[in-house]
């Protein structure tokens, strides 16, 4: 049985990157579009988003000095196989360079060598990337694929300062009773940090429909029986 190469713990042996290393994935190529007019917005320096706002402008004399690295993030992909599960990566490259190679990849294993991924006019090469999950969940590459995405995504996050916000839910989780369920922003599904168990959100709200009035009427028994001790002593 072959571990999922992402988190190294939970075996499945018809894929190589298991459920929740899949939503991980799916949330990162989310984010990194969510993020690139952030992005955008700090290509001048003094312009960097706080918290989501745009804030320091107003220097409407002279052009702003340019933030390399920016606008590096930003250079417009290439095809060059720069990227890819057979290359030397290091340094910076542009996001839809690194993606770019990535779908590369995937045009490679499913078409031959060589293979050119066709986008669509108006898709990103994140959207691309979603579409084909069923196929990059499968890959030999996949950890790697992590591993790049994941540090595309700080590097970004680092420039924006944008962190995705997690909302607790309210439900104790079906699986492990830990009050440790949560929704991460980009996230498609609601995760327990106790066991890592996934929920959709209709399953969620279906679980939390029977779990919660129970659990409201004990809380109010135990308020009371508090109370009334209370008084009695
Ligand atoms: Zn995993
Ligand atoms: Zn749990």
Redesign the pocket.
Known sequence: MSLCLICHRTPDPARTACQPCEATLRALLLEVDAQRPLLAASLYLGAAPAGGRVTGGGRAHSPLPVRGHVLTLLAAGTLDAVTGPRADQSGDVPLDTLLAGWAAAVANDLVGPGAVPFRRRGMTWATWLAAYMPHVVTASWVGAFHTELDDLVRRIRAVTTTEPRRNAMQAP?P??M?F?LGRTDWQTYID?E??G?LLTPAEYDAHRATVMPPLARIGVLIAAHTHLTREAS
């Open positions: 989780c699986s492990c830990a440790a327990c106790a066991c168990t």
